[in-house]
């Protein structure tokens, strides 16, 4: 009934517009019903503003839920190129030091490494069917720091087994590792042997008590031992330890790389004047 009351208020307010006179029994009766068509306008304005808001809402909703897709699909993009463009860096990194190696070497990438912190190893994409054996030495690069050479090398340990197509890499820093070593300047020498694990680092043990090591001084491989060749750099010595009832004096060296977030390694195959893994090569492939 009050819908119909509204109605008709409604079209006599239309008829009314459309005339210029109204009569004294329209015009009273309208006046009557003036609070009533006030109110049946004010219900309609409201259904129609309430429709609107709940279209407005949705759409909103909908704009909303499609600019988050947009932006999660931008933060991949984003990270992927990061990924990316951190592989090629590392890549170049790689081909630098490769190209500056005076050796023939196999590029391989790491598949696998050890479960634990007693055994620290490596296995990487390359094998036997690579020409890849036993003993022959690993390493990769680092990119060095303003003011340096481009690209500087770390030793990461030897190769230790082999299948056709992957070989397991004993690190550095494996407790059953050790590797001749001597200082880049005063040529001093010793060995460097793994703790056991990656945090620990790597000690060198000098073969004279009076070796003349510092804080700083670069750490390269002696050629002693017919397994790496002289000359490779392994790291940066930290700190120096002797007492006078230590037979032996010892530093912590540094390795140039950190072996937990190796990638790319380069195995050395052969070397100019003869095989760098003592004797124990295969041809490359070609």
């Known amino acids: 009934m009050t819908l119909l009351v509204a109605v008709l208020v409604v079209l006599m307010g239309v008829t009314a517009r459309e005339r210029e006179r ?12 003036r609070p009533v068509e006030m109110a049946a306008r004010s219900v309609v304005g409201a259904f129609q503003s309430a429709a609107f808001s709940v279209t407005e809402f949705r759409q909103l909703r909908a704009e909303n839920e499609t600019l988050k897709n947009d932006l999660v699909r931008l933060q991949y993009l984003e990270e ?22 005076p050796f023939t070497t196999v590029a391989a990438s790491v598949i696998a490494r050890s479960p634990d912190n007693w055994s620290n190893y490596l296995v990487v994409d390359k094998g036997a069917k690579d020409g890849i054996a036993v003993d022959m030495p690993v390493v990769t690069g680092v990119a060095a720091a303003a003011g340096q050479q481009a690209v500087v090398g770390s030793v990461v340990g030897r190769v230790a087994a082999v299948t056709d ?5 004993r690190l550095l ?18 060995v460097i042997l793994g703790q056991g694990s990656s945090a620990s680092g790597l000690v060198m043990n000098f073969f004279s008590r009076d070796a003349s090591v510092v804080p700083g001084d670069v750490v390269v491989t002696s050629g002693l031992g017919g397994v790496f060749p002289a000359g490779l750099p392994i790291g940066v010595v930290e700190s120096v330890s002797q007492t006078d009832f230590d037979l032996v004096r010892s530093a912590v060296v540094k390795p140039n790389a950190d072996l937990n977030k190796i990638d790319f390694v380069l195995i050395i ?18």
């Open 80 to 101: 992927q190129n990061r990924l990316l463009l951190d592989e090629n860096n590392r890549l170049r990194t790689m081909l630098a030091l490769r190209q500056s190696l």
């Open 269 to 286: 195959v052969s070397g100019h004047g003869g095989s760098a893994a003592g004797g124990n090569t295969a041809p490359p492939p070609k």
């Open 165 to 169: 197509h992957t070989a397991q890499v």
């Open 173 to 190: 820093t494996d407790a059953a590792s050790g590797v001749g070593a001597m200082l880049d300047g005063s040529k001093d020498a010793g």
């Open 22 to 33: 109204l009569g004294a029994v329209e015009r009273t009766v309208a006046y009557a019903l």
